[in-house]
C-alpha cells in the first residue's frame, strides 16, 4: 500500500456493483442495504476494496459488505478498511457488528480484526439466496454475527466500548 486514500460514495454505488457482488453474490440482497446504508471505497492506484455500514439502531453499526478485489486480498486492504470504520465513527456507536457465512476464509478474518462469535441466525443462507453459496468449498446455511466488543468484556454484558481504538 503507498498513497492509500478512503472515500465515502454518495451517488452511483452500483458502479462498484462486481465488488460488491464478491461480498454478497445476490444482486436483490445487496439492493436491500446499498442505498440506505454508507458506502466507502479504498483507492490505491485505483480502487481496490469496498465496505457498506447501515445504521441499524440502538447504538449498533452492521458492517454488510466488505470485498477487496481478488488480486489485492491478504494485502491488508479489508483490514485497513475495518480500521478507517473503528476512527471514522468512533464515539458515534456503541457496537460494530457483521453477519457472515460461517466460512474458513471470512471468520478469521473478522476475528483477526477484534471481532467475536456473537449469535447465529439459523438457516440465513438457505432461506433468504435462490441458490445455494459455496464458500471455500463450505455450503453456507446460518449467518454467523460477530461483534467488536471491548477487550476483557464477555459477550451479552453490556459494558460495550465505543467505537474506537483499543
Known amino acids: 500500500m503507498t498513497s492509500v486514500e478512503i472515500r465515502r460514495v454518495e451517488t ?3 458502479q462498484y456493483l462486481a465488488l460488491l457482488l464478491l461480498a454478497d453474490e445476490q444482486e436483490d440482497m445487496i439492493d436491500r442495504y446499498l442505498e440506505r446504508g454508507s458506502m466507502y471505497v479504498l483507492e490505491d492506484d ?7 455500514v447501515t445504521d441499524e439502531g440502538g447504538g449498533v453499526l452492521e458492517l454488510k459488505n466488505i470485498a477487496v478485489e481478488p488480486d489485492f486480498q491478504g494485502k491488508g486492504y479489508g483490514k485497513a478498511l475495518v480500521d478507517f470504520l473503528i476512527r471514522a ?9 457483521v453477519g457472515t457465512g460461517d466460512s474458513p476464509s471470512t471468520i478469521p478474518f ?6 467475536c462469535r456473537h449469535h ?11 441458490h445455494p453459496i459455496y464458500e471455500c468449498g463450505v455450503k453456507l446455511v446460518d449467518m454467523v454475527y460477530l461483534q467488536r466488543e ?4 464477555p459477550a451479552g454484558h453490556s459494558a460495550f ?5 483499543p
Not at 473478522?110 to 471481532?115: K, N, P, R
Not at 447465529?120 to 435462490?130: A, E, R, W
Open 120 to 130: 447465529l441466525v439459523k438457516n440465513f443462507f438457505t432461506d433468504h439466496y435462490d
Open 46 to 52: 485505483g480502487v481496490k476494496a469496498e465496505c457498506v
Open 89 to 97: 465513527y468512533a464515539g458515534q456507536y456503541t457496537l460494530l457488528q
Open 12 to 14: 452511483n454505488k452500483k
Open 161 to 165: 466500548w465505543l467505537i474506537g481504538l
Open 110 to 115: 473478522y476475528e483477526s480484526c477484534g471481532f
Open 150 to 153: 471491548k477487550s476483557g468484556v
